[in-house]
């Protein structure tokens, strides 16, 4: 019924606040977003960026509380040669997550790598036990993997790891502050004490809700008919995210949408399209 809803992100958003997360509807609907990208060849990277105390971590938190725990890699440190080690399917399809910048500096060449390429290959010598010789296996890593990441500087990483991913901040205005600080009275009360008991019965709704989800193809069939300035570099990266979004959009929406098939040859394909709401 979720999945089929004519305001299905507005009824995700709705449950992040019955789960404790009270504003940050743009945050929250860009973060989300990027989660189920997954599901897509070429994911989204989010890079949520905000001052100590803001809440970045209890956003990093909120979203992957609604990530199934087969599809969720969350980590406080890896270090440099950590994810050139894991099984080759370990993180297909899954939210890769590591809490603070700091924790990932190490492995920023393998996240840049892994981002890029969706796959990670290393060559490395090993003793055969057999024969006391030298010889050299491969190692890889297959994505596609979302990778999420929290830091107070919006110079974290170097520039070529970061323009990798979507940058949000959080709201650090007045308003949000009373919000939070009404929420944090009202958990003392009976009505926070309810809602908290709630809380793990709709993170495992929207659990269920995203394990309902195919890695289905995406077509757009108004992208020639869309733009985007192209007076930098940059935007050469800039419109591959932008794109994904719009197709996180509708892969999101497949249970409301006719699951289309088609053939050339022996390549067979099934695919949801983007619709204009999509693209809006």
Known sequence: RVLRSPELLDRI??????????????????????????????????????????????????LCDFVPEEDLAKYTRLTG???????????????????????ASEAAYSIRTLQSAQALTIAATR???????????????????AIVLSTTSPEAFDFETRNRFVQIGIDESHEQ???????QREADTLEGVLRREETSIVREIQRNVQRLLRPLKVVNPYAPKLAYPDGRLQMRREQKKYLTLIKTIALLHQHQREIKRARRGD????YVEVIPSDIA
């Open 13 to 62: 958003l709705a449950d992040f606040e019955r789960a404790g997360f009270v504003g940050e509807q743009t945050a929250l609907t860009v973060g989300y977003l990027a989660t189920i990208s997954r599901l897509l060849e070429e994911p989204l990277g989010l890079l949520i960026v905000s001052r100590s105390g803001a809440g970045k971590s209890r956003l990093e938190d909120a």
């Open 81 to 103: 040669q950590a994810l050139f080690y894991k099984d080759e399917d370990s993180l297909a399809h899954k939210v890769l997550a590591i809490e603070e910048e700091q924790g």
């Open 127 to 145: 003793t055969d036990p057999s024969t006391g010789k030298l010889r050299t296996e491969e190692y890889r890593v297959k994505g596609p993997v």
């Open 177 to 183: 502050t009373r919000r939070i600080l009404e929420r």
């Open 267 to 270: 390549v067979d394909v099934e």
